[in-house]
């Protein structure tokens, strides 16, 4: 069954410059890659209280849910491995408090948004995070190559069309 999991961009303005929030992975799946702050949800666990969760865990950082801004989601899917596949709940947020702090599992790294480093990322990152950071919203539906890091195919769809295809349940 597909995981689902969330992850959320934390962003802020440093000496006139928008920045985002990353992390080198240090351990688990993706170690040794810069991702996003976040993780699975728990079984019984809302969305937003996995996402705060994960945020404090990860970063050291505190966010209020009512801080965090729907931005879409992204769907990772593994056709060589399907116990891989995730869906994505992506949050952005600009409200924090705290500093960012190494943990056991990611060292967080504030990025510029016009300098992400997309070739330390998942191959299928620059498809999607860029868009996101942009303004742009939607589902985005990433399935990788049998190699489990390119990608095969990208498909967006915006929020609207995307009610859409959910109400007529197909
Ligand atoms: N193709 C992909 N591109 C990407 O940018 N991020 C991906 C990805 N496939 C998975 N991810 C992210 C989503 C999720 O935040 C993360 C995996 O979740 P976790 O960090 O929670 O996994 P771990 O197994 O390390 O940790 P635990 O849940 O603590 O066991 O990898």
Known sequence: MTKSVTLCFLLRTHN?????????????????????????????????????REVAEESSL??????????????FVFPAKPA???????????????????????????????QLPLTQMWADASHWLPAFLAGERGHWRVVLNDDDE???????????????VEESGS
């Open 84 to 114: 891989w596949d995730m869906f994505t709940t992506v949050f952005l947020c600009n409200r924090f408090g705290g500093v960012a702090t190494e943990s056991s599992e990611i060292a967080p790294r504030w990025y510029r948004v016009d």
């Open 150 to 164: 390119t990608v095969a195919t990208s498909t967006h769809t915006p929020p609207r069309e995307r009610r859409l």
């Open 16 to 52: 006139g410059h928008p920045e985002v929030l990353l992390g080198l992975k240090k351990t688990g799946f993706g170690a040794g890659k810069v991702v996003g702050i976040g993780g699975h949800v728990e079984p019984g666990e809302s969305v937003v209280a996995a996402i705060c």
């Open 62 to 75: 505190t966010i209020e849910a009512m801080d965090l801004i729907p931005a879409g989601s992204v769907e």
